[in-house]
């Protein structure tokens, strides 16, 4: 299979249609490059902010519910297109509001089947800005999604930072990590985790990231990335574990080929086997006693 990456610029959109023609424009373009699986960033979707207007979209509050306004008819587009693409895509993700879930907003990914199915994953943990000024909250639980790709998971962007919630889908192939990250350090702490978690769960990572400067937006105004692929640095993958990866900071699609049979091959006869050997922890990750030394 191959897996693509994106490297996403959000715009100022004039209409509907213009967010039509530039969504259908990358997936056709992904497609072009034989893609099987697409992947946009985290909050990506914000630029759906921009159709209600420039003081809307300035606004944090009137910004996350313009976007969640509009989630399901985006989710609408996304399905026409998996389906007439024959793709899983897994869209950006949106602040939406699900009463099920309490008042706040939560960071949705939607994951499209070929079928034109979808199926959502939550973000879990929340950064410093979406609790301490969006007020955005840790959504519903962790799904693995079994496909005809293979299992895949999904972690949003800081969650690929905590490794108990890449082993709760320690059957996941796959595990997508959506991003938006202001700097490079930013970029590069999502990065570190997405790798980890390949090396401990001896599986795929596939890292998308928004880029570029957005003029009318306070939470997304500045965004450093790239995307990339991962996976364990071990027998049949890259020594430095990387599949692919873009450019900083320049758009577009990376693409990295995968045959799945190497997840399972390097779980089986790795020359290390961190996933089988993970509960060997247990017992030994009590505080460490503090000695004396000197």
């Known amino acids: 299979m191959k897996l693509a990456a994106a490297a996403y610029p959000m715009s100022f959109l004039e209409s509907w249609d213009a967010y039509v023609r530039k969504l259908t424009d990358w997936v056709e373009d992904g497609k072009a490059q034989g893609a099987d699986l ?21 606004d944090l509050q009137a910004s996350l519910q313009a976007v969640s306004d509009l ?13 007439k693409h024959g793709l899983h895509i897994l869209a950006a993700s949106a602040p939406v509001y699900d009463d099920t879930l309490g008042t706040l907003p939560v960071n949705r990914a939607r994951f499209f089947a070929p079928s034109g199915d979808m199926g959502v994953q939550d973000k879990q943990i929340m950064t410093r800005f979406e609790r301490e000024e969006w007020g955005v909250a840790g959504g519903g639980p962790l799904t693995v999604f079994d496909t005809s790709l293979g299992k ?23 595990i997508l990590v959506p991003s938006c990250t202001e700097a490079e350090h930013g970029y590069h702490r999502v990065r570190i985790g997405a790798m980890a978690r390949a090396l401990e769960q001896q599986c795929v990572t596939v890292m998308a990231s928004t880029v570029g400067d957005c003029d009318w937006s306070e939470a997304v105004d500045t965004n450093c990335g790239m995307g990339g692929i991962f996976g364990p640095p071990d027998t049949g993958f890259p020594a430095n574990g990387v599949l ?18 190497a997840v399972a091959r390097v779980r089986e006869d790795g020359v290390v086997l961190n996933r089988t050997h993970w509960d060997e922890q247990t017992g030994r990750d009590a505080p460490a006693a503090l000695r004396p030394f000197s």
């Open 152 to 174: 895949i998971g999904i972690l949003i962007c800081y969650d690929s930072e905590y490794p108990l919630l890449a082993r709760a889908m320690m059957n996941a192939d796959l």
């Open 244 to 261: 692919a990866e873009g450019v900083l900071n320049r758009p577009g699609w990376t693409i990295a080929e995968l045959d799945l049979d």
């Open 38 to 58: 697409l992947v946009f960033p985290e909050y990506g979707a914000m630029e759906l902010a921009t159709l209600a207007g420039r003081p809307t979209a300035r």
């Open 71 to 83: 989630v399901p008819k985006a989710d609408a587009l996304h399905a026409e297109l998996a389906r």
